[in-house]
């Protein structure tokens, strides 16, 4: 399943700029997702983090990933319509900068869900270079 950027917003309630990913190109609800993110120099992100090197900033990539991941989960039938919150995040790993010009390639697979809480691992990866590594928990909460 490829969902474009008005699909994904019909799934989460991210909107720009917060909304960090452009693009699923493979979905399966409840189990995987995997995005896409095109940074440019024109990027909010990049306006005020480090001029001079433009990085996009680590807890930004950690939410990308997190919101491919919510993007898995909240594709359920059961949970259309809510919203999929932050818990936690546990063995996080930044390997390589991200930069204008990359394509952020965002992966997350649900390893764990007892009810309304679950575990994700997720990776984030440029030109098949590991960026960053993280075991993601969330909580599903009410309708919105």
């Known amino acids: 399943m490829i969902l474009?950027?008005?699909?994904?917003?019909?799934?989460?309630?991210?909107?720009?700029?917060?909304?960090?990913?452009?693009?699923?190109?493979e979905l399966v609800p409840g189990v995987s997702a995997t995005a896409l993110k095109n940074l440019s120099v024109s990027d909010p992100v990049f306006e005020g983090h480090f001029p001079g090197e433009h990085i996009m900033p680590g807890v930004l990539i950690i939410e990308a990933?997190?919101?491919?991941?919510?993007?898995?989960?909240?594709?359920?039938?059961?949970f259309k319509g809510r919203t999929a919150y932050f818990a936690g995040i546990?063995?996080?790993?930044?390997?390589r900068k991200v930069?204008?010009?990359?394509?952020?390639?965002?992966?997350?697979?649900v390893v764990?869900?007892?009810?309304?809480?679950?575990?994700?691992?997720?990776t984030a990866t440029v030109d098949g270079?590991?960026?960053?590594?993280?075991?993601?928990?969330f909580a599903i909460g009410n309708k919105i």
């Open 65 to 78: 990933m997190a919101q491919t991941g919510a993007v898995t989960i909240l594709s359920m039938e059961e």
């Open 4 to 25: 474009n950027s008005n699909e994904i917003q019909q799934i989460i309630p991210h909107r720009h700029p917060f909304l960090l990913i452009d693009r699923i190109i």
């Open 112 to 122: 764990n869900r007892i009810g309304m809480l679950g575990v994700a691992e997720a």
């Open 129 to 137: 270079e590991l960026a960053c590594k993280a075991i993601l928990k």
């Open 90 to 95: 546990d063995k996080c790993k930044f390997k």
């Open 99 to 109: 930069i204008p010009g990359d394509v952020l390639k965002l992966e997350a697979r």
